[in-house]
C-alpha cells in the first residue's frame, strides 16, 4: 500500500525558513508528478508546487520564488524548500503523488493525485 508522510513543518517567523520532506512508501513504481499542496481550515486546497519524473517544475503565482521542490529518485522522497516565508504561508502542507500520468489533468487539480499524505502544519508569526 502506498503510503507517504510529511516532515519538517513547525513553527517560524516571518522571513524564517522551512526544509518539508515527503517519503513515499509502498511501492517500486516511481511517481510521475509529486506536489505540495497547502489549505488552510475553511479554505480549497491550494497548488503550492510540482515536480515531474523527468524534473520539470511549475508553482503557485504566490510562491514568487521563495519556494524550491526537489526529489530523490532513489530514496523516494520530495522536498519543498521555503524561504523568506510570510504569515500567509500559515497552513496545513500535503504532499501528494500521481502515478498515472493523466495530462489531461492539470497539475493544480487535486484529481490528478491518487495518493495524499495527512499533512504538516507550518506556522508563520509576524
Known amino acids: 500500500q502506498v503510503r507517504l508522510v510529511e516532515s519538517g513543518g513547525g513553527s517560524v517567523q516571518a522571513g524564517g525558513s522551512l526544509r518539508l520532506s515527503c517519503a513515499v512508501s509502498g511501492t517500486t513504481y516511481s511517481t510521475y508528478r509529486a506536489a505540495w499542496f497547502r489549505q488552510v481550515p475553511g479554505n480549497e486546497r491550494e497548488a503550492v508546487a510540482v515536480i515531474y519524473d523527468i524534473g520539470g517544475t511549475h508553482y503557485g503565482d504566490f510562491v514568487k520564488g521563495r519556494f524550491t521542490i526537489s526529489q530523490d529518485s532513489a530514496q523516494k522522497t520530495v522536498d519543498l524548500q521555503m524561504n523568506n516565508l510570510k504569515p500567509e504561508d500559515t497552513a496545513i502542507y500535503y504532499c501528494?503523488?500521481?502515478?498515472?500520468?493523466?495530462?489531461?489533468?492539470?497539475?493544480?487539480?487535486?484529481?490528478?493525485?491518487?495518493?495524499w499524505g495527512q499533512g504538516t502544519q507550518v506556522t508563520v508569526s509576524p
Open positions: 501528494a503523488a500521481d502515478f498515472k500520468g493523466d495530462t489531461s489533468i492539470g497539475w493544480r487539480d487535486r484529481r490528478s493525485y491518487q495518493h
